[in-house]
């Protein structure tokens, strides 16, 4: 038996049920989800008072660590970029869709919003691009599940909310958004969409040969120069950045933007390069990006740190 350690909540029990399904295929064993609380689902308070980065691993990070599981999912967006003593990220899935979602009343879009209308998200990424996008919108701070945000729109409390795609694609409420946010001008959290399986350092050869055979090199590939583009900016997942990496023809782009938290400025950076070329073609091309980003003031419009 494989017991695979995950949040309770509806989206992550989906999630981890679907990696669960693929780690049994791929190995011949039954798996059996163990539910973990953590700190971010049961505080009350905004993700970015709790510090963001980390709010929802640690728990399940504990737990994995004590034995109580044998490997644990997460939504890779969530997950600190420095490594857990003791565990490694031993696989990545097919990454979902990256984008965000507007999920509006009466099919409204971001340009049709009337002025004043309120929207709900909890992510000071999310809140920057839509002060910089519609600046005449009030933006509420909001927690809970997808349900409960949607039945914010439903009862007349928000006007719209923003979620991600990909969330809303695992469980089955596509029917909910009324507008994608396109990733060029509106980049997502670096490895949204993406999930992230934990094991401890030196897990059973069986189970790291099953998560091995659902591991997704183009996807890891991608989310590794986005999630590098933090790392080195010293920024932790709750900072207002959004980066995109995507391999077409042997080349790697990766795409990424720091936004002032009130959405009055941002500076962008794209680089690229041929994965052949590079031995770490993820760690080039985000050092690249990351020191064009503090050449052009990142630090100064935004709360980060570090030197590439």
Same mark, same amino acid.
């Given at each position: 038996?494989?017991?695979?350690?995950?949040?309770?909540?509806?989206?992550?029990?989906?999630?981890?049920?679907?990696? !669960?399904?693929?780690?049994?295929?791929?190995?011949?064993?039954?798996?059996?989800?163990?539910?973990? %609380?953590?700190?971010?689902?049961?505080?009350?308070?905004?993700?970015?008072?709790?510090?963001?980065?980390?709010?929802?691993?640690?728990?399940?990070?504990?737990?994995l660590l004590d034995g109580r599981c044998d490997m644990i999912v997460h939504s890779l967006k969530d997950l600190p970029t420095a490594d857990a003593p003791g565990l490694v990220v031993t696989g990545?899935?097919?990454?979902?869709?990256?984008?965000?979602?507007?999920?509006?009343?009466?099919?409204? %879009?971001?340009?049709?919003?009337?002025?004043?209308?309120?929207?709900?998200?909890?992510?000071?990424?999310?809140?920057?691009?839509?002060?910089?996008?519609?600046?005449?919108?009030?933006?509420?701070?909001?927690?809970?599940?997808?349900?409960?945000?949607?039945?914010?729109?439903?009862?007349?409390?928000?006007?719209?909310?923003?979620?991600?795609?990909?969330?809303? %694609?695992?469980?089955?409420?596509?029917?909910?958004?009324?507008?994608?946010?396109?990733?060029?001008?509106?980049?997502?959290?670096?490895?949204?969409?993406?999930?992230?399986i934990e094991t401890r350092a030196n897990p059973d050869p069986e189970l790291k040969k099953a998560i091995a055979r659902i591991d997704h090199a183009p996807t890891r590939l991608n989310v590794t120069?986005?999630?590098?583009?933090?790392?080195?900016?010293?920024?932790?997942?709750?900072?207002?950045?959004?980066?995109?990496?995507?391999?077409?023809?042997?080349?790697?782009?990766?795409?990424?933007?720091?936004?002032?938290?009130?959405?009055?400025?941002?500076?962008?950076?794209?680089? !690229?390069?041929?994965?052949?070329?590079?031995?770490?073609?993820?760690?080039?091309?985000?050092?690249?990006? !990351?020191?064009?980003?503090?050449?052009?003031? !990142?630090?100064?419009?935004?709360?980060?740190?570090?030197?590439?």
């Amino acid at each position: 038996m494989i017991r695979i350690g995950t949040r309770a909540s509806a989206l992550a029990m989906s999630q981890t049920g679907t990696v !669960a399904e693929s780690i049994a295929a791929a190995s011949g064993q039954p798996t059996e989800l163990v539910e973990i %609380t953590t700190e971010g689902d049961t505080s009350r308070q905004s993700l970015s008072s709790l510090g963001g980065t980390g709010v929802f691993a640690t728990a399940l990070r504990e737990a994995l660590l004590d034995g109580r599981c044998d490997m644990i999912v997460h939504s890779l967006k969530d997950l600190p970029t420095a490594d857990a003593p003791g565990l490694v990220v031993t696989g990545i899935p097919r990454r979902e869709d990256a984008r965000d979602a507007l999920c509006a009343r009466d099919g409204l %879009t971001l340009d049709t919003l009337p002025p004043g209308a309120r929207v709900g998200t909890g992510s000071p990424r999310r809140v920057a691009q839509l002060k910089a996008r519609r600046p005449d919108l009030e933006v509420v701070d909001i927690r809970g599940n997808v349900d409960t945000r949607l039945g914010k729109v439903s009862s007349g409390e928000l006007d719209a909310v923003v979620l991600a795609a990909a969330g809303l %694609t695992r469980l089955g409420r596509l029917d909910a958004v009324t507008e994608y946010c396109g990733l060029d001008g509106w980049p997502s959290a670096p490895g949204q969409g993406a999930l992230a399986i934990e094991t401890r350092a030196n897990p059973d050869p069986e189970l790291k040969k099953a998560i091995a055979r659902i591991d997704h090199a183009p996807t890891r590939l991608n989310v590794t120069a986005e999630r590098e583009v933090l790392r080195i900016l010293e920024a932790g997942c709750a900072a207002p950045i959004g980066a995109h990496a995507i391999v077409d023809d042997g080349l790697l782009f990766l795409s990424a933007r720091v936004y002032h938290p009130d959405g009055s400025s941002h500076v962008t950076s794209s680089h !690229a390069l041929y994965v052949a070329d590079h031995p770490k073609p993820a760690d080039t091309v985000a050092a690249n990006v !990351a020191s064009e980003l503090l050449s052009l003031g !990142a630090a100064d419009i935004a709360p980060v740190g570090g030197a590439a």
